[in-house]
């Protein structure tokens, strides 16, 4: 059986204005360094365990352009284009159905194009592991992040301690064999506040979600059938015209008619066979400019500067500009972001709130700053 991976990257960048756009989302941009945007990342990271022929990309009509520009070595044929926004469960079901052309029963591995791993040698291992248990045992695989600290900007799932199956891997120095457990999935979390963020960890049987997940096609069209009837009715008119001339036009008049629905809320909170695996591996979701800090470099104050910047008698802040010179004095804990689409000036803690000016923008008809 072959192995594929599917990359999410139909987001439209509402939590990084301004330097994050609907003409430029989080995932074309370049913020763990200069060298690569973070698709590029996510992509070179697959190359170790897929070939890139069964490398797939999901994402929105309107990037197909930029998403061929940062992705040449994909085949055109694999960028599958959505009209709109439906969440992620018509996304990879969209994307079940393309891979089940070549096998009905393949091997899938879908990831989030957006997010720092760092460990990439351990990303790839743990994969594999996971890769190899669904390819014999079916059900569905998600990546469970070891929690470091009482996040409270990621959900969580709870695993049975008691109830895993042994899978043997390669060790990351390739001399010998390890074991890695699959545990049994027990429940899944929303974003928790701080009490109940540290009462889960505190029990010791709590993983970060990444996101990340590992299944056959025909496990998860099977669940897809089971716990989303609507969404598995229009899978199946797809499906017929999948291979015509009349498909774009098909698949825009069926996900105009679709809800959105997350594949965590629609399939894997309701399905009977899901797993996770503890994975130890440097990650995060980057989803807020608040996390940028948390991963980037800091000076000896404290300071995370990138372009033209001065600090004085400043500490702990984040400065980002594109092509003007920035200058901070005696300020504490800040995110300045200063590019040609705007200024963002928010104290540390509060990021995750850029969502309400992008709201305000696209209420007033200020679409030229978005």
């Keep these: 059986m072959n192995n594929y991976a599917v990359i999410m990257a139909g987001g439209i960048g509402t939590r990084f204005w301004p330097k994050g756009t609907s003409k430029l989302p989080k995932q074309y941009l370049k913020i763990e360094n200069d060298n690569a945007s ?20 999901v994402t929105n009509t309107a990037y197909k352009s930029i998403t061929k520009k940062h992705l040449p070595k994909i085949p055109e044929g694999n960028i599958i284009c959505e009209p709109f926004g439906r969440n992620t469960a018509p996304c990879i079901g969209l994307t079940c159905l393309f891979i089940k052309q070549f096998e009905p029963k393949g091997n899938v591995l879908v990831v989030p194009s957006d997010h720092i791993i760092r460990d990439t040698e351990e990303f790839q291992r743990v994969v594999k592991c ?5 390819d ?4 569905i695989v998600t990546l469970g992040i070891h929690p470091t600290k009482p996040e409270t900007g990621y959900g969580y799932i709870q695993y049975d301690t008691d109830k895993f199956t042994e ?21 899944f979390a929303e974003k928790p506040n701080l009490e109940t963020a540290k009462a889960f960890i505190e029990s010791g049987d709590f993983l970060w979600n990444s996101g990340m997940f590992i299944f056959r096609v025909d496990t998860m069209l099977a669940e897809i059938k089971k716990s989303l009837p609507e969404l598995n009715a229009a899978l199946h008119k797809l499906e017929k015209d999948l291979l015509s001339n009349n498909f774009p036009k098909t698949l825009e008049l069926v996900y105009s008619q679709l809800k959105g629905i997350s594949i965590d809320y629609g399939v894997m909170e309701k399905s009977h066979q ?21 991963f980037k470099e800091k000076d000896g104050n404290g300071n995370v500067k990138h372009g ?36 963002l000036i928010c104290k540390k803690g509060e990021s995750q709130n850029v969502k309400e000016v992008v709201d305000y923008l696209r209420r007033k008809g200020l679409d030229q700053y978005l």
């Design 167 to 187: 899978v043997k891997t390669v060790a990351s120095n390739k001399n010998k064999s390890t074991v890695e457990n699959v545990f049994k999935v027990k429940t």
């Design 136 to 139: 014999e045992n079916g059900g």
């Design 308 to 343: 033209m910047t001065l600090t004085i008698n400043s500490k702990n802040c984040l400065i980002i500009n594109d092509q003007r010179i920035s200058a901070l004095i005696g300020v504490e804990d800040l995110l300045v972001i200063d590019t040609d689409n705007g200024l």
């Design 274 to 294: 899901v797993y996770t695996i503890k994975s130890y591996f440097d990650w995060s979701d980057v989803g807020s400019w608040d996390e940028i800090y948390n």
């Design 130 to 134: 996971g890769l190899k248990f669904t």
């Design 38 to 57: 973070m698709i590029q990342q996510t992509f070179k990271r697959l190359e170790g365990i897929v070939p890139v022929s069964n490398i797939f990309v």
